[in-house]
């Protein structure tokens, strides 16, 4: 089956994930698939109580996020990705495991349920990472205000920053990888940082 380019964007919590991934679907005219964060409802319970919510919330993101790959398979069209599939093994869960809030029993079960997975899944042609300081984040946090975030530990985000770097720097190995330092960037007021940024796209998606 004939399918278009997949981009996936990815990132730590309030980076402009969902953002970016608005402003290049409309520009490029390509369909948009974003993450399930707003009508979850894991969301509020798992920052509330992480140890007891972590597996029930990394499962249903892992569903959500296959049915979203399906999707983008049978329509065909060029997709853009906000946040992609292996964040969720290679960041979250092994960060929730690392961090004890999730058991060994969890997070075996979890990684063979994601292994079975993704062999049925298109890879991103591009992965566009956006990386930026813990500061910056906490503030984007704090500025879109949604409640059940408002809990959420200035610790975490720094540990999800570091889970970041180290699987991008393994991702680089399988995919194409453009990191962009959404510090000095302006998605939603700057267009000329968007326009530079859809010149890289084209120049690496011919």
């Keep these: 089956m004939k ?6 964007i990815a990132g730590n919590i309030g980076v402009g994930k969902t953002t970016l991934t608005q402003k290049l679907a409309e ?11 707003i009508d979850n409802p894991y969301l509020s319970d798992f920052y509330n ?10 499962i249903y993101f892992l569903s959500h996020r296959f ?7 049978e329509s065909g069209e060029h997709a853009i990705q906000d946040r ?15 961090q004890g809030f999730m058991d060994a029993r969890d997070h075996t079960t979890y990684r063979e349920l994601f292994y079975n997975m993704v062999p049925y899944l ?9 990386q930026a300081s ?12 949604r409640d059940f975030e408002q809990t959420i530990s200035r610790d975490y985000i720094a540990y999800l920053n570091r889970a970041y770097e180290r699987w991008i720097r393994e991702a680089r190995q399988q995919f194409q990888v453009l990191t962009v330092n959404a510090d ?12 530079d940024l859809i010149a890289e796209i084209q120049k690496r998606l011919p």
């Design 3 to 8: 399918r278009g380019y997949l981009i996936s």
């Design 27 to 37: 520009r490029l005219g390509w369909k948009p698939y974003f993450e399930s964060v």
């Design 49 to 58: 109580d992480m140890k007891r919510w972590s597996f029930n919330l990394q």
């Design 67 to 73: 049915r979203t790959q399906k999707e983008i398979v």
């Design 84 to 98: 992609s599939i292996y964040e969720d093994v290679e960041i979250f869960a092994r960060s929730l495991f690392e």
């Design 122 to 130: 298109p890879a991103p042609d591009l992965i566009i990472y956006l």
């Design 134 to 145: 813990v500061d910056t984040l906490m503030q984007r946090i704090r500025q879109r205000g």
């Design 184 to 195: 000095q960037t302006d998605f939603v007021n700057g267009d000329g940082d968007l326009d």
